[in-house]
C-alpha cells in the first residue's frame, strides 16, 4: 500500500471514529429518554387491568402522529414504525409483567 492510500485510509477510519463517538452519546441521550418512558409506563399501569393494557386505537395515533413529525424531520417512516412499534411492545411486554 502507497503511503498516500495510508494516509487516506487513516483519514477514514479517523473520520468513522468520531462520528461513531457521536453517535455513542446519542445512544446514551436515548437510552435516558427510554428510562424516562419506563417511569412513566409504569406509573399509568396502577391505573389498568390486563384487558387495558393494548389499546390499538392509540398504537395507531402513536404511530401516525409520530410519522408525520418524522416526515418534517426527514426520517424514513419505516425507520419510525419498526422502532417504536418494538418499543410498544416491549413495553406492553412490561405492563403485563407488573399487573
Known sequence: M?????LSL???MAEINKIRKK???IDLKILKQLQLRRKEVLKIV???NKKEIVDKKRIKEI???LTKKGNKLKIEPFIIKKIWMAMIES????????I
Open 10 to 12: 487513516n483519514k477514514k
Open 63 to 65: 404511530i401516525n402522529n
Open 23 to 25: 453517535i455513542d452519546n
Open 2 to 6: 502507497k503511503k498516500k492510500d495510508k
Open 91 to 98: 413495553f406492553i411486554k412490561l405492563e403485563k409483567n407488573k
Open 46 to 48: 396502577k391505573f389498568k
